[in-house]
């Protein structure tokens, strides 16, 4: 969890819609494997970045699509980012609902919700595809839905 006001939040309290946090993930990667503008893409593709109120079946505050930077850099990275999705879906960059914030303390969810796609993968699958998540990227992003690919130009 992160960006809120609350130290060591839960699940539940996250969920409460009361502490100002949003559900993230942690991403600790080696820019000699892949690249920050690779992970930005990838985010992009694999949210619908014009739906600020949550995502797919996930609605509320605490599920609004957010990217926290790190540093000037990654901020950079971040906006040319957007502009970029936004070209690329045809829409203006006010359209994109995804929030670009310096990074706030990172607070690891519980434990029964780390690897949880994994972990649970039938009940994960139902649930992706009972919200419809994969059609929505589909819709939104076409054949590069759920993928890193160079921005189209």
Same mark, same amino acid.
């Given at each position: 969890?992160?960006?809120?006001?609350? &130290?060591?939040? #839960?699940?539940?309290?996250?969920?409460?819609? #009361?502490?100002?946090?949003?559900?993230?993930?942690?991403?600790?990667?080696?820019?000699?494997?892949? =690249?920050?503008? /690779?992970?930005?893409?990838?985010?992009?593709? %694999?949210?619908?970045?014009? &739906?600020?109120?949550?995502?797919?079946?996930?609605? +509320?505050?605490?599920?609004?699509?957010?990217?926290?930077?790190?540093?000037?850099?990654?901020?950079?990275?971040? /906006?040319?980012?957007?502009?970029?999705?936004?070209?690329?879906?045809? *829409?203006?960059?006010?359209?994109? !609902?995804?929030?670009?914030? *310096?990074?706030?303390?990172?607070?690891?969810? /519980? +434990?029964?919700?780390?690897?949880?796609?994994?972990? %649970? !993968?039938? !009940?994960? %699958?139902?649930?992706?595809?009972?919200? +419809?998540? &994969?059609?929505?990227?589909? *819709?939104?992003? +076409? /054949?590069?839905?759920?993928?890193?690919? =160079?921005? =189209?130009?």
């Amino acid at each position: 969890y992160s960006g809120g006001h609350v &130290d060591r939040p #839960t699940y539940r309290q996250v969920s409460s819609e #009361t502490t100002g946090h949003q559900e993230a993930v942690q991403v600790r990667f080696d820019p000699e494997q892949i =690249s920050y503008a /690779e992970l930005l893409r990838s985010y992009w593709r %694999n949210v619908d970045p014009l &739906d600020g109120g949550g995502q797919f079946c996930d609605r +509320g505050d605490s599920y609004r699509p957010v990217i926290f930077t790190a540093d000037a850099a990654q901020a950079q990275a971040a /906006e040319a980012s957007a502009d970029a999705a936004a070209r690329e879906l045809g *829409q203006p960059r006010s359209a994109l !609902k995804v929030e670009l914030r *310096q990074a706030a303390r990172f607070w690891p969810a /519980e +434990g029964d919700h780390q690897d949880y796609s994994l972990r %649970n !993968k039938i !009940k994960y %699958n139902y649930y992706r595809f009972a919200c +419809g998540r &994969d059609r929505r990227l589909d *819709q939104v992003w +076409g /054949e590069k839905a759920r993928t890193a690919d =160079s921005w =189209s130009d």
